[in-house]
């Protein structure tokens, strides 16, 4: 089976964090037996300023860019986090002025890239975009033009509201002919309804590689130093002045505790924020910030922790998640989507959005021994649904039901 993900965003040379799950997933797919993975990812870099008078030469190489759309391919041959799956990344300037066209001229450039796809002599079986802006939007369009099968996972918080109306329709096209689509959690389907989209909850949910995660933390013993680890970029979905103020009450409540706060320059623009209300909560003693994490370090950050704390707005399903929960950790978490779809009672406590006091009241709880878990059944459960077994068998079980589905829909 050939399948091409289309992702609508990827790691490069200068970000190698961000949509790593993405090539974790199609890395874990192309290693199967019987199977063949390949990534095309188009970048469409910021419009450049075509005008400096000061800088002639600048202004001239700008215009050129402008009028030959100059366009790049790159080759990551001697980084190998970036070439398994096999990557075709094109870099290319749109910059048409009206929006309308800018996009058209960006599915003709993903367009002329499936092209040169074909003309090595590789043809899918099937195409797998994540999340509908841009792969998903390029796959309806391939689909489309080579009548070949396609699938499409949302991961984002979704509302048709937040696309331009141009796009609108389009963008309704490509869910309601997908051959599948999947979801990380009946609140992306619930999302999506609101937007006048409808489809079966066929639930993917996401992937954890065991592998890697594989030393389990210590059961925690009441009344010692809890200690809570976070990890999350700056941005205002992640809120983590609900986390914080929770950490407050901890403290006010006279228990002993210690949170590890990791990634939050990995992206989002909340950072100084984030410092300045850990100083106004005078919490500088009691959390310890780690700003970048690469992927990695992330289990021996988790060693060492008896709880794994995530305050989010609005989420698909963090990996995050996944990844503490295979180490055996306890994980309170707010309703921000997935998660409260795998958690269970004896995984983890779940909190409504906002609300810090039932956060810091399940805290409490952990410490003072009234919630008991077994770090050995959560990593269990976690890798039962969401291992690499779990997930590759899922995967690729849609891929021939949607292949199937495409030759019935062709036949009738």
Request: with cysteine; glycine share 4%.
């Amino acid at each position: 089976m050939r399948v091409l993900v289309l992702p609508s965003w990827y790691p490069n040379a200068k970000d190698k964090i961000n949509g790593s799950f993405f090539q974790e997933q199609a890395k874990l797919i192309h290693n199967s037996p019987d199977t063949d993975v390949k990534i095309l990812i188009c970048r469409f870099p910021t419009r450049p300023s075509t005008w400096s008078i000061r800088q002639p030469i600048k202004t001239f190489l700008n215009i050129l860019k402008i009028v030959c759309q100059i366009r790049t391919i790159s080759d990551f041959k001697d980084d190998e986090t970036l070439t398994s799956p096999p990557l075709l990344e094109i870099n290319q300037s749109t910059l048409n002025p009206i929006k309308r066209f800018r996009y058209k001229q960006r599915i003709r450039v993903y367009l002329r890239a499936f092209d040169e796809l074909l003309s090595s002599g590789w043809r899918p079986d099937i195409l797998h975009a994540h999340t509908v802006k841009m792969g998903g939007l390029a796959a309806y369009h391939i689909s489309k033009k080579y009548d070949i099968p396609y699938v499409i996972t949302e991961h984002s918080p979704f509302h048709l509201a937040n696309f331009p109306k141009f796009m609108r329709r389009e963008i309704k096209d490509a869910f309601s002919t997908a051959d599948q689509v999947l979801s990380l959690g009946y609140d992306k389907v619930r999302q999506l309804g609101m937007s006048d989209i409808h489809v079966e909850p066929r639930l993917i949910y996401n992937f954890v590689d065991e592998t890697i995660f594989e030393k389990v933390c210590a059961a925690y013993q009441p009344s010692e130093k809890l200690r809570i680890i976070s990890i999350g970029a700056a941005s205002p979905l992640k809120d983590h002045s609900t986390l914080l103020k929770a950490l407050y009450e901890l403290k006010q409540r006279k228990i002993n505790f210690q949170l590890t706060l990791a990634g939050l320059k990995i992206w989002g623009s909340e950072y100084n924020a984030i410092l300045k209300k850990i100083a106004d909560l005078t919490l500088q003693n009691e959390i310890r910030l780690v700003d970048r994490i690469d992927r990695q370090d992330v289990p021996s950050h988790m060693k060492g922790h008896n709880c794994f704390v995530i305050t989010s707005i609005a989420e698909g399903l963090p990996v995050s998640v996944l990844e503490a929960q295979a180490c055996g950790l306890f994980v309170v978490a707010t309703r921000h989507g997935g998660t409260e779809d795998i958690l269970t009672p004896n995984t983890g406590a779940l909190a409504e959005v906002k609300n810090h006091t039932k956060i810091a009241d399940h805290l409490e709880n952990l410490y003072r021994g009234k919630i008991k878990h077994d770090p050995r059944l959560i990593r269990q459960q976690i890798i039962s649904t969401c291992g690499t077994e779990a997930f590759r068998n899922r995967q690729i079980s849609f891929y021939k039901q949607a292949i199937n589905c495409h030759e019935q829909q062709r036949q009738s």
